[in-house]
């Protein structure tokens, strides 16, 4: 069993929609939590970063940790084309530096 | 300030030669992590650097080895490459006492 799990998609939804991105993790001990956000042949993109349990708003990005169903989500508000992108969740413990990520759920947004 | 940068870009070698990746880090931050990633999967953890010291190693073989310069950049070396050593490495450095990090644009390495 992977350590984090995420859907791949493709997911595709039209301009303007909510988008609802999750992931699922067995390592009770992650403690930060982070989405990233990765272009085609680029590296990722820091978009939000949570520590343990609770949401987190930042313009039209929302994450939310439910640290008791080991399941992270991020939620994207008024979908624009440019959010076209794969977005990749990560997560690391209390110590150490390892980042542990899911595969990446690929978004395309319909104008 | 300059983001994380790394050299090349792009790379393409053949079976059973060697490769050097360079990486420097967001200035300030002395913690610089390598990742590899296969097209379509995330990003896999294969070393972290800290002041200079290994702190941390994934789970590849020895022919991935790396090290760290007073300067805090960072290079990645892979001996005897193989077929399945194609993909985009990563770096990501981070600040002392942040708690997350930043990534560079990736170097694409084709082995031929």
């Known amino acids: 069993q992977k350590e984090v799990e995420q859907d791949p998609g493709p997911l595709s939804v039209p301009e303007g929609a909510i988008v609802s991105l999750n992931c699922t993790y067995s390592?009770?001990?992650?403690?930060?939590f982070m989405w990233y956000r990765q272009y085609s042949r680029k590296g990722p993109e820091l978009l939000m970063y949570?520590?343990?349990?609770g949401n987190k708003e930042d313009g039209r990005f929302t994450a939310q940790v439910d640290k008791s169903s080991k399941y992270i989500s991020l939620f994207i508000r008024d979908s624009q084309p440019s959010d076209s992108a794969t977005y990749l969740c990560?997560?690391?413990?209390?110590?150490?530096?390892?980042?542990?990520f899911g595969t990446g759920t690929s978004l395309t947004v319909i104008p | 300030d300059a983001g994380v940068t790394q050299s090349p870009t792009h790379l393409i070698k053949t079976r059973g030669q060697h490769v050097t990746l360079r990486c420097s880090p967001i200035?300030?931050?002395?913690?610089v992590s390598w990742y590899q990633q296969v097209l379509g999967q995330g990003p896999q953890f294969i070393f972290q650097?800290?002041?200079?010291?290994?702190?941390g190693r994934g789970n590849f073989p020895d022919r991935f080895s790396a090290r760290q310069f007073p300067n805090y950049s960072s290079e990645l070396n892979v001996n005897a490459l193989l077929l399945g050593d194609s993909a985009l490495y990563l770096c990501?450095?981070?600040?002392?006492?942040?708690?997350?990090?930043?990534f560079g644009p990736g170097t694409r390495l084709t082995v031929l």
């Open positions: 949570t520590y343990s349990s």
């Open positions: 990501a450095s981070a600040g002392e006492g942040k708690d997350t990090q930043y």
């Open positions: 390592n009770s001990a992650f403690q930060y």
């Open positions: 200035s300030g931050h002395k913690s």
């Open positions: 990560a997560m690391r413990l209390n110590t150490g530096n390892q980042f542990y």
């Open positions: 650097y800290y002041e200079k010291e290994e702190r």
